[in-house]
């Protein structure tokens, strides 16, 4: 029995690090000021950022960010929409994205898909944009 819980437990310490996360998120002004830089390095397949480490960033208003890499059928149908493109003569990035998500302090929680060096627009309250995140791979 406990040789099988000995098993048990080195497997899923195999799988939790299989696709590890790694890169960071940053999330900038629209004139271009850095606001916040956040590691994404876990060494595991899933990295949280809890309420502690945003804390020191109160202008995002998050609580949390739980982010992990996009499915590997998303990244295949991604892949095929880069051959396409290389095909049509435009050059295409085959990294991997992220799946971001936010839990905001004042509204209920979203996700984001996020693909490296493309910064999108990002408020925790969905109303004013007033920043943009961005996935660099790293």
Do not use: C
């Not at 999108?120 to 944009?129: R, T």
Request: proline share 4%; charged share 25%.
């Amino acid at each position: 029995m406990i040789i099988a819980v000995i098993l048990l437990f080195i497997l899923y310490n195999i799988l939790i690090r299989t696709n590890r996360v790694k890169g960071v998120l940053v999330f900038r002004h629209y004139d271009g000021e850095e606001v916040a830089v956040i590691s994404l390095n876990s060494g595991k397949n899933t990295k949280t950022i809890g309420g502690r480490a945003l804390s020191a960033y109160p202008q995002l208003d998050l609580k949390r960010i739980k982010a992990r890499f996009t499915s590997r059928r998303a990244r295949v149908k991604k892949r095929e929409e880069d051959v396409l493109e290389t095909i049509e003569g435009f050059s295409a990035s085959a990294q991997p994205g992220v799946r971001v998500e936010f839990t905001p302090k004042s509204s209920p929680h979203f996700t984001e898909t996020l693909q490296p060096g493309q910064a999108i627009p990002f408020s925790a309250h969905g109303e004013d944009n007033l920043f943009q995140v961005e996935y660099r791979n790293q």
